[in-house]
């Protein structure tokens, strides 16, 4: 299964993360996925509101590995093959080397050595 | 007599109906607002995604209004997200050429929006357009 992505040069990998998580529970649940969204493996802490689903995606829950194409900004397009069950944040963040992810991984500190 | 009487009550009805009328003028001057919402360019980090006949649009923003569809123009590739109140913001990226094929089609987009780590889902309508 192959996602294509196509992105803002600024954006994080938990946005594109979160995204995924979305498209892996629309996959896996057919026309009526929002019916289900919420028991989605990527999808936790779902409730439904008075304008749509709130939820936080589970980076863990990928339910089937999946390659992502990304396009950034102007871009040539590299492949991410996400594994299920892997960080999808994590795994997109070493694909695009200045994205951010919410936590700080080893080694990232850019600010000047004293 | 009756007359006087018929006089009275057709003066009373003209006074009725015309302050009748002047409340709904002043009703209609109340309904008259500005459009809620973002309005114009929204620059914030935005995502399109395509799966088959699936599409999402990601963009890292927390709406004050709700989000009601999302329109594409054939002409200009432009993509906006019309909210319930009236404003329309321009989403900072074009539909692509290479997925014609798919948005030429597409019905549904799951619109995910929020800058944390919540994010709220809607699936709402996509319309195509040409600009006039």
Redesign the interface.
């Known amino acids: 299964m192959t996602i294509t992505a196509y992105t803002t040069q600024n954006i994080s990998a938990d946005n594109l993360a979160a995204a995924v998580a979305v498209m892996d529970a629309m996959r896996t649940g057919g026309d009526d996925f929002t019916a289900g969204f919420g028991s989605h493996s990527a999808i936790e802490n779902a409730e439904n509101k008075q304008d749509g689903i709130a939820f936080t995606a589970n980076m863990s829950g990928l339910s089937a590995d999946t390659d992502v194409e990304i396009y950034r900004g102007k871009s040539h397009g590299v492949t991410v093959q996400l594994t299920a069950g892997e960080k999808m944040n994590d795994k997109l963040a070493e694909a695009m080397p200045t994205a951010q992810t919410s936590k700080p991984t080893a080694g990232s500190d850019l600010s000047p050595k004293k | 007599m009756l007359k006087d009487l018929l006089t009275k009550l057709v003066y009373k009805l003209c006074i009725w109906r015309k302050a009748e009328d002047d409340d709904s003028s002043f009703v209609a001057d109340e309904e008259v607002k500005s459009p809620k919402g973002v309005n114009g360019l929204l620059d914030?980090?935005?995502?399109?995604?395509?799966?088959d006949s699936?599409v999402?649009l990601?963009v890292?923003y927390d709406f004050s209004d709700?989000?009601s569809w999302i329109e594409g123009d054939t002409e200009t590739k432009s993509i906006s997200i019309v909210q319930m109140g009236g404003a329309v913001a321009n989403v900072?990226?074009t539909l692509?050429e290479q997925?014609k094929e798919r948005w030429q089609n597409l019905k549904r987009v799951?619109l995910?929006s929020g800058t944390g780590?919540?994010?709220?889902?809607?699936?709402v309508s996509f319309t195509l357009h040409k600009a006039a």
Do not use: G, N
Not at chain 2, 117 to 123: D, I
């Open positions: 914030v980090e935005t995502a399109l995604l395509f799966e699936r999402i990601m890292d709700v989000p900072k990226m692509p997925e799951a995910v780590s919540q994010k709220l889902m809607h699936y």
